[in-house]
C-alpha cells in the first residue's frame, strides 16, 4: 500500500511538471495563428526573427507589414500618416503577437468571435516600451484602447463620433500608459530589463536564439528540461495514473 502512495505522488509530481510545460512552445486559439508552431522560412523583415518556431505562416507575416491587411482591417493612419519610425513598433507587436511560441503563461480563454484565446499582462522589457512610446509620442491617434470602441461602418476602423486625434504623448502621457493601456492589458509595463532573463523581448537577434524560450520557462515554473514532447509526458503521465487508480480500485482485470 505505501509503495502505490509513492507511486501515485510520483505520477502527480510529473503530471503536475507536465502541466507547467503545457505552457511552453504553444500557440494561441485565434484568428490567424498556427495550431502548433513549427519552422517558417520565408516569414516577412520584422518578424523573421520567429522563423525557426513560429505560430504565424509567411502570408501572416507579410500582411502584418501592411497597414491595412486583411488580418484585422485596421488602418494604423487614423489620424493621420503614422511616422515610419513608429509603425515600426506596432509591426513588432504584431510580429510577436501573431508569431512568438513563447506567450503560453499569459495566454487567457475568451469568449470572442474571432478568437477563443488571448494574452494578458504579458511582462514587456523595459527598453522595447520606452522605444516604443519615444518614437510614437509625437504622432497622432484618438483612442487610448485600440482594441474596442472605433467606428467600424467603412469596414476598417475610423476614429468615433466626437473624438479628437491628438499626439500620442497627450493620449498615453508615459510608456506605461501605452504599453498596458493600448490593447486592454495585454501587455505589462516593467522596469526589468533585457539582460534580466524575466521580461519579454519583442525585438531581439536571433542568430543569438530566442531569449523568450527562458523567459517563459521561468513564468511557467517549468524545470529546465527539452520543450520537446511535453505533449507526450502530458498522456503518459494520465496513462499511468489511470492504470495506478485502475488497478486500485479494480477497474482492471
Known amino acids: 500500500m505505501a509503495g502505490r502512495r509513492t507511486l501515485v505522488g510520483l505520477l502527480l509530481a510529473l503530471a503536475a511538471v507536465a502541466a507547467k510545460e503545457s505552457k511552453l512552445n504553444v500557440c494561441m486559439d485565434a484568428k490567424h495563428h498556427k495550431i502548433q508552431p513549427g519552422p517558417e522560412d520565408n516569414l516577412h523583415q520584422q ?11 509567411a502570408n501572416t507575416s507579410h500582411a502584418a507589414h501592411q497597414d491595412v491587411s486583411y488580418l484585422y482591417n485596421f488602418n494604423w493612419n487614423h489620424c493621420g500618416t ?4 513608429c509603425k515600426r513598433h ?6 510577436l503577437y501573431e508569431c512568438s511560441p513563447n506567450l503560453g503563461p499569459w495566454i487567457k480563454k475568451v469568449d470572442q468571435s474571432w478568437r477563443k484565446e488571448r494574452i494578458l499582462y ?3 522589457c523595459i527598453e522595447d516600451c520606452e522605444a516604443w512610446w519615444a518614437d510614437c509620442q ?4 484618438c483612442k487610448s484602447n485600440w482594441h474596442k470602441g472605433w467606428d467600424w461602418s467603412s469596414g476598417q476602423n475610423r476614429c468615433p463620433k466626437g473624438s479628437t486625434c491628438q499626439s500620442m504623448k497627450r493620449v ?3 510608456p506605461k500608459d501605452l504599453c498596458e493601456k493600448i490593447w486592454s492589458n495585454s501587455y505589462k509595463h516593467t522596469t526589468l530589463t533585457k539582460d534580466s532573463g524575466r521580461c519579454i523581448q519583442m525585438w531581439f537577434d536571433a542568430r543569438r536564439g ?6 517563459a520557462r521561468y513564468y511557467a515554473g517549468a524545470p529546465g528540461v527539452p520543450q520537446a514532447g511535453v505533449r507526450g509526458r502530458v498522456w503518459m503521465a494520465a496513462l499511468l495514473l489511470h492504470w495506478c487508480f485502475g488497478i486500485q480500485y479494480g477497474s482492471f482485470p
Open 47 to 57: 518578424c523573421t526573427p520567429w522563423k525557426t518556431n513560429a505560430c504565424c505562416t
Open 82 to 85: 503614422m511616422s515610419e519610425k
Open 138 to 141: 509625437d504622432d497622432m491617434t
Open 90 to 95: 506596432f509591426i513588432q507587436d504584431t510580429c
Open 172 to 174: 498615453f502621457p508615459t
Open 122 to 124: 504579458v511582462p514587456l
Open 210 to 215: 530566442n531569449p523568450n524560450d527562458r523567459v
